[in-house]
């Protein structure tokens, strides 16, 4: 079973996500210059967000000897607990480098994405090393990393770590994998869209003499606007089983998951556009395989009379979807969200089957029951809290 989620989204003047010259990042789609928000902008947003922190149960950093560190109380560390740490990472593969400047920080060269559950375990471990080699105590960090991962934000999004050739034989045997429950497309504009130029300026509050009357500061920005078609694919099966069957854990992760890709937004140049702007159509299914429905707007979005890009964008996706139902058969489930039934899916087309709704709330609660669960009691359940101590 697979939890496919599309979202029309329109953004006011914006730079969310950028490419290396400072410009929103583009791509050509339907022979016509696109913007896009690229899958792991998308995804980063979602998991830091605040609708998601609850469930945020893995850690991705280059930064594991300090955590290790930290996490052991002052009373209880002992002399080279730091050295012994990072000569612990080198033995599973991870080598390290010191941070210029900073004395005592030692850095490993690859981020180690690991779960905060893993990390409190190994920090007792390294405690209460008595005597034990820096090989054996290598092999039991290596099995807390590979089998402490069923977290949700590590379950949805996966994990890919290939330690160096230091820790052969630590890894022996052992799949640092997890193979990612969820999919996520790139958010491409549903029309053509070209980016703009802001010149901008800063002016100086003290001014002494005449010469000051001019600009303390100049400089340009690119940005551009863009209705987005945003597009996600969650395997439930995979899902589940990455959790080790806590299958309310898992509908929790699918309905906070949701919440949290219509609230959430990449937080590209929000200081000087501020596009925060919500969904205006959300469409979940629960179908065999996925389908992305991408080709509605492979022939871009123009107004038409009274329709703007919102209206016509969603226009264009009802009847694609319509056309695909038609021709490969529809979904299982369907269920369509437009803030306050504020726009409309299927416009008269007679073989289309969609189950409206008119919050956000109403979403969630009727995808969860689609699979079996209540909304209500699933979202009491969370990983351990004493692992969600670190600040982000």
């Given at each position: 079973m697979y939890i496919t989620i599309h979202m029309i989204q329109n953004h006011s003047p914006a730079n969310l996500n950028r490419d290396d010259l400072g410009a929103p990042k583009t791509c050509y789609f339907g022979g016509a210059l696109r913007s896009r928000i690229s899958s792991q902008c998308l995804k980063r947003s979602i998991r830091l967000s605040s609708e998601f922190r609850d469930l945020l149960g893995g850690i991705r950093t280059r930064r594991l000897a300090d955590m290790l560190v930290q996490e052991i109380e002052e009373a209880d560390m002992k002399s080279g607990t730091r050295k012994k740490a990072v000569k612990v990472l080198k033995k599973c593969g991870f080598d390290t480098k010191e941070k210029a400047g900073e004395e005592g920080h030692d850095h490993t060269e690859m981020l180690i994405y690991t779960t905060r559950n893993a990390i409190r375990e190994m920090a007792e471990i390294l405690k209460n090393a008595n005597g034990e080699s820096d090989d054996e105590l290598a092999k039991k960090f290596g099995e807390l990393i590979a089998e402490r991962t069923a977290v949700p934000d590590m379950a949805l999004s996966g994990r890919m770590l290939e330690p160096g050739k230091a820790g052969k034989e630590v890894w022996k045997n052992r799949n640092t994998t997890?193979?990612?429950?969820?999919?996520?497309?790139?958010?491409?504009?549903?029309?053509?869209?070209r980016p703009e130029v802001d010149y901008y300026v800063a002016a100086d509050d003290v001014r002494e003499h005449a010469e000051d009357a001019g600009a303390g500061y100049v400089d340009e920005a690119m940005y551009n606007s863009a209705c987005f078609y945003k597009y996600?694919?969650?395997?439930?099966?995979?899902?589940?089983?990455?959790?080790?069957?806590?299958?309310?854990?898992?509908?929790?992760?699918?309905?906070?998951?949701?919440?949290?890709?219509?609230?959430?937004n990449p937080s590209g140049k929000q200081n000087s556009f501020a596009a925060h702007n919500l969904p205006d159509g959300i469409v979940v299914e629960l179908r065999k395989s996925p389908v992305s429905y991408a080709n509605a707007f492979a022939r871009p979005v123009e107004s038409r009379g009274e329709r703007g890009v919102i209206e016509q964008s969603i226009a264009q996706l009802g009847s694609y979807m319509n056309d695909l139902d038609a021709g490969y058969g529809g979904p299982e489930h369907r269920l369509w969200f437009s803030p306050n039934g504020r726009h409309t899916l299927n416009e008269g087309e007679s073989s289309f089957q969609s189950e409206a709704l008119r919050s956000i709330d109403d979403l969630i609660t009727t995808t969860l029951t689609r699979l079996g669960f209540e909304w209500e009691k699933v979202r009491q359940v969370k990983v351990d809290a004493d692992a969600l101590k670190a600040e982000l």
């Open positions: 997890v193979e990612a429950a969820l999919q996520v497309a790139h958010a491409l504009s549903t029309h053509e869209a996600f694919s969650i395997n439930w099966e995979q899902l589940v089983g990455n959790l080790q069957d806590k299958k309310e854990l898992a509908a929790h992760t699918v309905g906070t998951f949701i919440l949290g890709a219509a609230f959430a």
